[in-house]
């Protein structure tokens, strides 16, 4: 410490005052005016105050000995960890090995079936205290580390006068006040599973293709598990044609599915033609595959004579007699009326595919009866636990077998099919949201005329609903459902479409489900347009929080309207944001200049959150009009900082449309805004910025004064060195030309 004081006196930074009070061997310092200068500029750069800064090294150092691989699970311990929810054995013996390994575990499924309950169990089952420094030093740069809502201090052995046995390493340490004991922090950020994670743990095609490949099909058995097949097909189809062959033809096959699923079965039929007719499609692993999605697409064309032939032809070429062959098989004889047969080769395979096929070929073949079959079902749906898609397909069975029941056991049972929360896998059970739109006027109109109500006459359907709303919400919502679709009034369809979301009170996952597929998947309102605009915001709510921009997009395009009660302009912000970053430009650049227009009295908080839709336009390289709109708001008495700020942005755009010289002149006018010889970080960043487009557009000797001045006003080495490699750049590209 003295030495260092003896040098701050040398430079003037400090002065004594005299000695200490009760001590005239300790001496007093103040800083000097030169003292409180520096101090001013170092606090500019750095406000920071508190532990002394870690140095990366050793906080790298650190980061390597308490890694996640150090401390091994046992199968009892992970046991007790994950004792609170109910899963099978075979997860279990899973996740054993994939925690022990140190590496990321990849969770996928559909929403709500326990990935993120599974990923907190798993984070509380490390034991092992970690240390968090306060912050660290990078370049002259403090960065805060310890984050107080991240990390969970555990003071159960922290003593900062006293060493402790560490548990990590094995010795007796010295603990550091600079570094802070913690318990391995769980983050829980978006519960589900996106592309973008994806991406992220994704290595790049050219970095390590064949790892690259196993992520890349992980992404489609993923894509297929949620039957996104839109987005599976636009990835397959931009593939590069030169991967190796056997993947290839993986993809051709995810391709041709896809491609049945939405429908467009002529397009899957040429595609499998093209690799059937392959010289060497008989050696091809997926060869048995094509040839079942032959007969799958006969099925979806409703060729049942074609389908079965393709099966039996099948049959001779090839000794299969695996679960998925059986139940294309099964799914051929009961669309030809062949239940016998079907329920023959159903016996036995195991599982619950096979046991629903079997039972729906049992009632069609009226071994079991309606009442029958659906009090069997109502026991199996009352279980905790399903396989995927299994819940779903219950309940499909369920509706057929009231078919011949209540008008409200099929509105009840398609209800339930479409909260669920993974559709199911098999083609006999698939059912369409309009066939509850169809079930609830059905049951609405059974009870209208129950109550001698005249069509056209909505008060009295509307008042009917609201008495039996708190009674048999089911009653409810179809009379609702039946007012939002054949009445005239505008008022009435508010009103209905109001209690019809309030019927489900707070509405759960399951229930965004069904309000998904009954408005977002179904030909009924495949014009969002027709969407009661009460449902129409509520529907935009659920989009973005599940991250469905696409949705959100479809939900939000042509509403000229906002939320009653909600803040007009957040809403007309949040509209135009979601309308670039979905692809609709025109429509939310029109939606952001009105809202500008109008924006005469800026407050600084507001001008914030049109600066982050000005950067979605930009992100979208929509620079011109990004530009257009930035000078707009330059006009407007703004804060000073955010004057500064949109210079830089302005000249960020004209930089990125290769208009270097006003990019330029942009970046200065950013650095000298508080004035002429500012050389606070903004500035000096601007001034860099500027040097490079300077560089770029020619004019090689201002960009080198720009570095010169910058070089002399900095001493960190790291910026010293970039600065001097540029202006000897500049040199050799002048001695070059």
Known sequence: MESLLETLKKQLLVEVTGAADNNPLILKYVLTGKGKERAIEVLKQSEYIGP???????????????????????????????????????????????????????????????????????????????????????????????????????????????????????????????????RRPIVVTGGELTLKMLDLAQPGIDADLYEWILWEQERYTILSRWQEWNELLIRVESLPPDLPEQFRYQTATYKIRAYLEIGQVATARRLLR???????????????????????????????????????????????????????????????????????????VDGWQASLSSLLAQYRLQQIGPKALWELLKKQVGRQEFEVGEQSTLWALAYYAAQQMSAVDRVVALEQVFKADSPTPLELFRLLPDQL???????????????????????????????????????????????????????????????????????????????????????????????????????????????????????????????????????????????????RYNEGNGILDTLISEYSEPIAEKTDRILQVLFDLQTVKLHEEAILHFNRLLRLPIEPKQHREILFWIADSYKLLEKYDQAAL??????????????????????????????????????????????????????RSLLSHNIQQLWLNQSVQ
């Open 274 to 348: 093209e690799q059937l007719w392959l010289t060497t499609a008989g050696s091809v692993p997926e060869y048995q595959t094509w040839r079942r999605l032959v007969i799958s697409s006969y099925l979806k064309d409703g060729r049942l004579d074609d389908a079965r032939i393709a099966m039996l032809r099948f049959n001779q070429d090839f000794d299969s007699d695996d679960e998925s062959w059986v139940l294309l098989r099964a799914t051929v004889l009961i669309r030809s009326g062949r239940y016998e047969q079907a329920i023959q080769i159903l016996q036995g």
């Open 437 to 583: 739109w169809d079930a609830y006027i059905e049951y609405a109109q059974l009870v209208g005329n129950r109550a001698e109500l005249l069509i056209g006459d909505d008060i009295q359907w509307l008042d009917l609903a609201k008495k039996a709303s708190s009674v048999t919400p089911v009653k409810a919502r179809s009379l609702y459902a039946l007012l939002m679709l054949q009445s005239q009034d505008q008022m009435v369809i508010s009103d209905a479409a109001e209690n019809y979301m309030q019927s489900f009170k707070d509405v759960d996952e399951s229930e965004q489900h069904l309000l998904d597929q009954l408005f977002n998947r179904s030909e009924t309102f495949s014009n969002a347009e027709r969407i009661p605009l009460l449902v129409r915001y509520q529907l935009v709510d659920l989009a973005l929080k599940n991250a469905d921009i696409v949705e959100a997009t479809r939900q939000m395009s042509g509403l000229d309207t906002y939320p009653e009660g909600s803040d007009r302009f957040k809403w007309q912000l949040r509209q135009a944001r979601v309308l670039i970053l979905g692809g």
């Open 666 to 719: 942009l970046y200065l006018q950013s650095a000298m805004l508080p004035g002429p010889l500012a050389m606070d970080l903004w500035a000096q960043t601007a001034r860099f910025r500027a040097a490079e487009s300077l560089q770029e557009s020619g004019l090689v000797d201002d960009a080198r004064r720009i570095y010169k001045e910058l070089l002399s006003g900095t001493s960190d080495p790291a910026r």
């Open 52 to 182: 002394v800064p870690v140095p990366l090294a050793a906080y790298q150092a650190q980061v390597e000995k308490q890694a996640i691989a150090n401390e091994q699970i046992g199968a009892d311990q992970l046991s007790r960890a994950l004792s609170h929810l109910v899963l099978p054995e075979k997860v279990l013996r899973q996740l054993g090995p994939g925690i022990n390994s140190g590496r990321a575990i990849l969770l996928y499924g559909s929403g709500g079936n326990g990935k993120s309950s599974i990923a907190e169990a798993l984070g509380r089952t490390f034991q092992q205290a970690i240390y968090i420094p306060h912050c660290i030093e990078v370049d002259g740069q403090i960065i805060r580390i310890f984050d107080p809502a991240l990390h969970e201090e555990d003071c159960s052995k922290q003593d900062s006068e006293s060493s402790e046995e560490d548990a990590l390493y094995g010795r007796s340490v010295k603990f550091d006040p600079r570094w802070v004991r913690c």
